[in-house]
């Protein structure tokens, strides 16, 4: 159906007397002669308006109505977040059973001592994560043993090799190991096994007799797991020097500071966070803080060769001492591979200081860890929660047959009604009410308009005949 801007258009069926209507007679014409004539007048009426019908048009669906009065705003139908359902307390006693059993008073104080005891070890726990945080590191003296051993050395052997061997231990108080013995090697379980300690880790052989691989280098960052030594395999029957290049492993990082700082400071190596504190406390020591700016504190005769300005700002002085900081001091080693005599070969051994946990540190990682998972206490909780079901379901029981004996005929009715409820539930009957819907007031309620365009606007299934659907 098309329309003339230019024209006015009323609805079909509003009484106008532009339109002019032509009786038929029942029984006058054929049914299909009859519906010819009705159709080719109501075309000429159209027409008569500036109008055109075509019949075999493709007819598409009637759009909703759209309120624009209505007080209800239209919304679509998104479902919410699911919400959690609460888990009630299974160990936690009902309190109609709690009135049954007298000594149930006596259970009750155990579960509030059970929650106070559980709420300080969780306060405990994290107390403890908090200071593993940062671990508290204590100096220990690392022992260093280098030594080799050789096999097959003798003229008839076919495949002569040596091995280089490189080990360690932390050295308790009192303790001073001298030979370099398989047992003494061993670290101690409460501290660090030996590569921890190290960054990077070089070999040097013969360029001459290993052409191919005199280098041989170890890296942490390349290696997940941490090892006892190092030790290295080669075929040969030729003495010669080796030579080993250890660079520590510190965390956090280590520097080592230039001679202007170092004589400020009286360190040698150190981090940097601490070196900045020892240059604070020099400030505050030799009362060099400006009285007017507290921000900036002056320089005397050895803070100068550092900073090279009579003023500098506290904020400014990680920064400025980056140009004094400088990596730390290798450690070189030479071994001479030596292939004859008693093996193992080599009692040389080199004391270095290292930085190593508190020995309490790995007591309170095994406290946090029994603290998340102790199975026997879950077996325990367990066996209780099923305790506490069993006393519910024989609460039940108890108040079956209670009320039976009290008033049999009562209680009977009272169940059959209680059952005849939950069948209409499960039928769909429950919120249905056949007299209060027969009645006018039921669609006059403020839902209803809503409730009809929610009803036209919604997704029609396919192959349904509901509105909306063509």
């Known amino acids: 159906m098309s329309m003339n801007n230019n024209n006015t258009f009323k609805p079909l069926g509003a009484s106008s007397s532009a339109y002019t209507h032509s009786q038929i007679v029942p029984g006058q014409y054929p049914l299909s002669q009859a519906h010819a004539i009705v159709?080719?007048?109501?075309?000429?009426?159209?027409?008569?308006?500036?109008?055109?019908?075509?019949?075999?048009?493709?007819?598409?669906?009637?759009?909703?109505?759209?309120?624009?009065?209505?007080?209800?705003?239209?919304?679509?139908?998104?479902?919410?977040?699911?919400r959690k359902k609460h888990k009630p307390n299974e160990?936690?006693?009902?309190?109609?059973?709690?009135?049954?059993?007298?000594?149930?008073?006596?259970?009750?104080?155990?579960?509030?001592?059970?929650?106070?005891?559980?709420?300080?070890?969780?306060?405990?726990?994290?107390?403890?994560?908090?200071?593993?945080?940062?671990?508290?590191?204590?100096?220990?003296?690392?022992?260093?043993?280098?030594?080799?051993?050789?096999?097959?050395?003798?003229?008839?052997?076919?495949?002569?090799?040596w091995t280089l061997k490189i080990v360690g231990r932390i050295l308790e108080d009192g303790e001073d190991p001298e030979q370099p013995g398989v047992a003494a090697h061993r670290m101690p379980p409460l501290y660090p096994k030996f590569s921890a300690f190290f960054k990077r880790v070089t070999i040097s052989l013969d360029k001459r007799l290993y052409p191919d691989n005199h280098i041989i280098t170890w890296e942490n960052s390349r290696s997940s797991a941490t090892h006892e030594g190092f030790e290295v395999k080669r075929k040969g029957d030729k003495e010669f020097p080796a030579q080993i290049r250890l660079e520590m492993n510190y965390v956090p990082e280590k520097f080592m500071l230039s001679p202007a700082l170092r004589e400020v400071l009286g360190i040698q190596v150190d981090t940097r966070a601490r070196i900045v504190s020892a240059i604070w406390h020099y400030v505050k020591a030799r009362k060099l803080q400006n009285h007017n700016d507290p921000s900036y504190f002056h320089c005397d005769q050895a803070l100068q060769k550092v900073f090279g300005e009579d003023k500098v700002r506290f904020s400014m002085v990680s920064q400025r001492i980056s140009q004094h900081l400088f990596p730390p001091q290798v450690i070189l080693l030479e071994h001479m591979i030596k292939l004859s005599g008693n093996t193992p070969v080599g009692s040389a051994c080199?004391?270095?200081?290292?930085?190593?946990?508190?020995?309490?540190?790995?007591?309170?990682?095994?406290?946090?860890?029994?603290?998340?998972?102790?199975?026997?206490?879950?077996?325990?909780?367990?066996?209780?929660?099923?305790?506490?079901?069993?006393?519910?379901?024989?609460?039940?029981?108890?108040?079956?047959?209670?009320?039976?004996?009290?008033?049999?005929?009562?209680?009977?009715?009272?169940?059959?009604?209680?059952?005849?409820?939950?069948?209409?539930?499960?039928?769909?009957?429950?919120?249905?009410?056949?007299?209060?819907?027969?009645?006018?007031?039921f669609l006059k309620q403020p839902w209803v308009e809503d409730a009809i365009v929610r009803y036209l606007n919604r997704k029609p299934a396919a192959g349904s005949n509901a509105p909306g659907s063509t």
């Open 39 to 82: 159709q080719a007048q109501f075309q000429a009426q159209l027409q008569a308006h500036g109008l055109s019908f075509n019949p075999n048009a493709k007819r598409f669906p009637p759009k909703p109505p759209v309120h624009t009065a209505t007080p209800f705003k239209q919304t679509e139908s998104v479902p919410g977040p699911r």
């Open 91 to 161: 160990k936690q006693l009902p309190e109609k059973a709690s009135a049954i059993l007298p000594e149930s008073a006596l259970y009750t104080q155990l579960l509030d001592v059970e929650a106070r005891v559980d709420a300080a070890l969780a306060r405990k726990k994290v107390d403890i994560q908090e200071a593993m945080k940062n671990p508290p590191c204590i100096q220990k003296t690392l022992r260093i043993f280098v030594f080799n051993t050789f096999a097959n050395q003798s003229v008839d052997s076919n495949t002569p090799t």
């Open 350 to 441: 080199y004391d270095v200081m290292v930085d190593v946990p508190f020995p309490i540190q790995r007591e309170l990682n095994a406290l946090v860890a029994n603290v998340e998972r102790n199975k026997e206490i879950d077996a325990f909780d367990e066996s209780i929660c099923g305790i506490i079901r069993k006393i519910h379901e024989h609460r039940r029981r108890r108040a079956f047959f209670a009320g039976f004996s009290q008033s049999p005929l009562e209680f009977i009715e009272a169940l059959v009604e209680s059952q005849n409820k939950d069948l209409k539930v499960l039928l769909g009957e429950s919120g249905q009410n056949a007299e209060k819907e027969r009645k006018s007031d």
